[in-house]
């Protein structure tokens, strides 16, 4: 029951900037949106989540639109370690639950 | 600081038989999660743990599925007797509370049943 809709597979270049798009169209006031990443043979790593300000931290910046009926994760200097499937998760505030869908299969290539 | 720690990485079982996963969370973690992830799929909770009392096991297939966390700690996950449709990835997670934004998750035992 994944409130998400990404695309299956996106490609991007090293070192360029990758933007991985997220449609939540029927997201709630009190429901944040969550990035994960899983790179292969490993768990879920938390990247960043945010509620409607634009967040960066270390390794991501997330755009909410005003709307917040989608967003967007930039990975501004992609790497080969950063291939892996983004998860793109909505999360109420008072819910301990992560809903993963099937994500986006990100390739970076040389 | 140690991550969440799963045994064994890779199990590889006949039908029928029992089997058992471990999970050591990150010290002073309350809240501890067990995942399933099919192929191809994201993971979906079987079970949440609050210390050592199971919350949510309402997707838990407790014909077969059993867990326990003992003392609030480590975690054990076993399905008895396995079948052909077990076989997947099973991912332990924790965080500091069931309030906390971030889950640190294992890495996975991978459950073959032939």
Known sequence: DAKTTQPP?????????ANLPCNHSTISGNEYVYWYRQIH???????????????TNEMASLIITEDRKSSTLILPHATLRDTAVYYCIVRASNDYKLSFGAGTTVTVRA | EAGVVQSPRYKIIEKKQPVAFWCNPISGHNTLYWYLQNLGQGPELLIRYENEEAVDDSQLPKDRFSAERLKGVDSTLKIQPAELGDSAVYLCASSRDRMNTEAFFGQGTRLTVV
Request: hydrophobic fraction near 25%; include cysteine.
């Open chain 1, 9 to 17: 597979s996106m490609d991007c270049a090293e070192g360029r900037a």
């Open chain 1, 41 to 55: 043979s490993q768990g879920p790593q938390y990247i960043i989540h945010g509620l409607k300000n634009n967040e």
